[in-house]
């Protein structure tokens, strides 16, 4: 067994944080129960830290926040690229900024970490993989681990029109589609070398296995804590929805502005004592106005989200753009809530009807299906267990860690890997 593990990432090992960054803190923790693991993230520290019995269990940490305050100079092509790198060399994707380390800059990591040759390179997002290999930590035989999460080139000229509101002038057309070519040009290059290709739905394995020809690639799932016993539910209370997410993540702020404009107005129609509990961080001005009024209640930067989910009898996930780690849908199933979520949402976790969950395809039949919920508790209670049951077979990170340390098994001691 392999017994030092670098783990990088740009995004910051958080069980409570968004769904990136609770994956990233799962995979940390499988991969400390297979060796000893050093993590380096590729950004600065935060103030508290990562959690206490995250932390130990980990050999080391390396910041790169800490190493550019140290090497200023050394870093100002990071920080401040020319216009002939950010045409050639530098690309955008959902993930972060693509841009490789210069040989002085990859020095200077490698010598900050406290292990000079690593038996596993696992990067998470194609952002952390695009520097991986400059930094010169591998031995022959090490191997290379890729989390995805999720897939870039495939949804950036989407992603960029839904950040301009669904629409590109020709220029910014043009401008996506030369930063898809070199998201692609980067993927291929990954796809080609990296032994192990993970991400979170089995609907981009395929996408992954059509690429990656003769290597291994696994999905992971998207795990949370979830609750041994089903949490109860509420009784004499207003019928009550409730909606957790980052609300700083433009998708999740669109979609919720849409629930509130196409969706509410008709649930309120049917049942105009219903509630609606907005909860999550930092949500733009836009979401932040529609509380208090027409039982809406914003609530931003909340300690723990169980206490709205314990109260609110069905949740919702109405996301028009879905990709990636998409933990809120799981989150809510663990909690015991059945949730009414746009089709595409439910079908990257492959869960329906008969896992507590129903897909919906506009926003008549997303009224329709939450009414109906709201108007027989029994009925939602009933699809919250169901939903309660499937979270702990599918998504608990028990399920996740097997899931990981079954992918290493699958790799040959000896991996044949392209120039």
Sequence with gaps: MTKDFLYITQAFPDDKGGGTEQRAATNLRGLC????????????????GLAPDLSRLLASETYLGDIVSEHS???RSELQPSLVTRLTRRAWALSGILLPFT??????IRLALPVQRFGAIFAFQLTAACVARSLGVAGADSKWVLDWDL????????????????????????AAIFNQAKVRRIESNLLRTWDIHLCSSE??????ARRAKGKIVRSVTNAVSVPDQMPPYPVNTPPTVVYVASLSYWPNADGILHFLDEVWPRVRDHAPDARLNIVGRAPPAAVQSRSGVHGVT?????????PYYLKAHVAI??????????????????????VVSYASACKRLNVGPES????????????????????????????????????VVLFSKTVAHHQLAAAFDAVPSEVPRSA
């Design 73 to 75: 100079k050394l870093f």
């Design 317 to 338: 996930v109405p996301l028009r753009f879905v990709m990636g780690s998409n933990l809120k849908l799981v989150e809510a199933m663990a909690y015991g809530r059945p």
């Design 103 to 108: 040989t002085k800059q990859a020095k200077a």
């Design 33 to 48: 129960g297979l060796g000893r693991v050093h993590l380096l993230r590729l950004g600065p520290r935060r103030p508290r």
């Design 203 to 208: 609907l981009d394995t395929h996408w992954l």
């Design 356 to 391: 507590g969950v129903f897909p919906v395809t506009n926003s008549a039949e997303f009224a329709d299906t939450l009414v109906t919920l709201l108007r027989d508790q029994p009925m939602a209670y009933d699809m919250g267990t169901k939903a309660h049951a499937a979270a």
């Design 151 to 174: 897939l870039e080139s495939p949804n950036v000229v989407d992603w960029a029109k839904g950040r301009r509101g669904g629409r590109l002038s020709p220029l910014q057309w043009i």
């Design 298 to 306: 914003v609530t931003s930067d909340v300690p723990s989200v169980a």
